[in-house]
């Protein structure tokens, strides 16, 4: 199946949907080429690659929506799907949310985001990045194992096409490296991680850098201590504080807004963060990793707030969410791009001013209440005592709430753009720590 055809077809849908008693029709078509390429003791272990082509089909008709998908269009019938998606979109109950967006909402300045490295590498290439990740990582002679190196590269077409006369198209590619090291032996063993993903290839931190640092990370969780329950000051490093904010937007959603499944809910222009908090969500950074030139139905997209100096300015919203809540489309459905800005403090500053604290790096599973905002999470880190780390800890648990998280939440200045939700190391005080 070929770009050409997938789109002859859609074409076809809109020449065709009025015949059939439809409103209105919306075609998105995603093609996916995707290569993952895995070194494990510095041989080969795995090569996956797939190709996929999807095609979702949205059917409207008296405030009704029917939504048809498919990969393989070589026997589909225009006339018969149609008459299905017909017939099905008249029993479906009524929706007076559903609905394309008005034409004033569509996109129609479309910036070059450069979203595309059209340098495609070979399996070969692949091969030798992770094999030189997991080199590097080898290099250091307190590890004593590899879990392997993974070496990713997606390219993504996606197109959309519309009974309001939205057309567009966009191609957007993914780069990856990870590794994860395995230190120390018999009952004294630790694991860590390290990665790096951009839109361009060349802009992937160096093979060396991350194996160095995912080597350097398990070595210095050896020997950790287990320490008792206690109230004290947490900091998160960037990696781990992204899914404090990642939290945070799944309940800044209009979806759960509407749904009246969030904290967050009736907080909109009121402050929940302090007053030096901004949070910004930006889809049309230059190669950003979360940038798209317009929303998922075609919505323009401009860079917002979603804090601002505290204060809860803005939730994410789709079409839908938009019209039950009765606020205006701003064509950020999601985190894209999300930027807690950087505070005035160093980390280091911030560490040395904790008598009693906890620097945690590594997070596993998750209890987190929307509704209330009860958050609770295991963890792994280092001991701060006095002003300095010292020691690893791990098989401890952190819990707070997130409001009060939020209203406690201090950003260092060490943030570096390099994922779709950014932000610094960040200190919340007065948290509980559950451990023996």
Not at 194 to 217: C, H, Q, V
């Amino acid at each position: 199946m070929t770009k050409k055809s997938t789109l002859d077809f859609a074409q076809e849908i809109l020449d065709n949907y009025r015949r059939f008693n439809i409103d209105d029709v919306e075609v998105l078509i995603s093609e996916n080429k995707r290569l993952s390429v895995k070194s494990r003791n510095l041989k080969l272990e795995n090569i996956d690659r797939s190709n996929s082509i999807n095609i979702n089909v949205n059917i409207y008709k008296d405030n009704r929506k029917a939504s048809l998908s498919l990969n393989n269009i070589k026997k589909i019938k225009i006339n018969e799907f149609l008459e299905k998606g017909s017939a099905m979109v008249s029993s479906m109950p009524i929706d007076k949310f559903c609905g394309l967006p008005d034409k004033k909402d569509y996109e129609t300045s479309f910036k070059d985001l450069d979203l595309e490295d059209k340098n495609e590498l070979s399996d070969k290439e692949m091969l030798q990045h992770a094999i030189s990740t997991e080199a590097a990582m080898l290099e250091n002679k307190k590890i004593t194992n590899s879990e392997g190196a993974t070496r990713g590269a997606s390219k993504n077409t996606s197109h959309l096409i519309t009974s309001k006369g939205f057309k567009s198209s966009f191609t957007k590619t993914y780069h990856s490296i990870s590794t994860i090291a395995i230190a120390g032996t018999e009952t004294n063993m630790q694991r860590d991680y390290e990665y790096s993903s951009a839109i361009y290839s060349k802009d992937l931190s160096s093979f060396k850098e991350i194996g160095e640092k995912a080597a350097n990370r398990a070595v210095s969780r050896l020997s950790s201590k287990k320490i008792k329950s206690c109230s004290l000051d947490v900091i998160f490093e960037p990696r781990v504080a992204k899914s404090i904010l990642s939290s945070f937007c799944s309940c800044a959603n209009g979806v759960a807004i509407a749904r009246k499944t969030s904290f967050l809910e009736n907080k909109i222009n009121n402050p929940i963060f302090k007053e030096n908090i901004k949070v910004t969500n930006n889809p049309k950074i230059l190669r950003g990793l979360g940038s798209m030139p317009y929303d998922d139905n075609g919505i323009k997209s401009n860079k917002i707030n979603i804090i601002d100096k505290g204060v809860l300015k803005n939730f994410f919203l789709n079409l839908r969410s938009s019209r039950q809540l009765n606020i205006p489309v701003n064509g950020n459905s999601g985190p894209r791009n999300l930027i807690l800005e950087n505070g005035s403090e160093t980390l280091e500053n911030i560490i040395s001013s904790i008598k009693n604290g906890f620097l945690i790096t590594e997070m596993l599973g998750m209890s987190f209440n929307p509704v209330n905002g009860d958050y609770s999470r295991g963890a792994a880190g280092f001991k701060i005592d006095n002003g300095e780390i010292s020691y690893p800890v791990s098989e401890v648990t952190i819990a707070g709430n997130m409001l009060e998280m939020m209203m406690n939440l201090t950003p260092a200045n060490d943030m570096e753009i390099n994922d779709n939700i950014n932000c610094p190391s960040i200190l919340i005080n007065d948290m509980t720590l559950a451990g023996l």
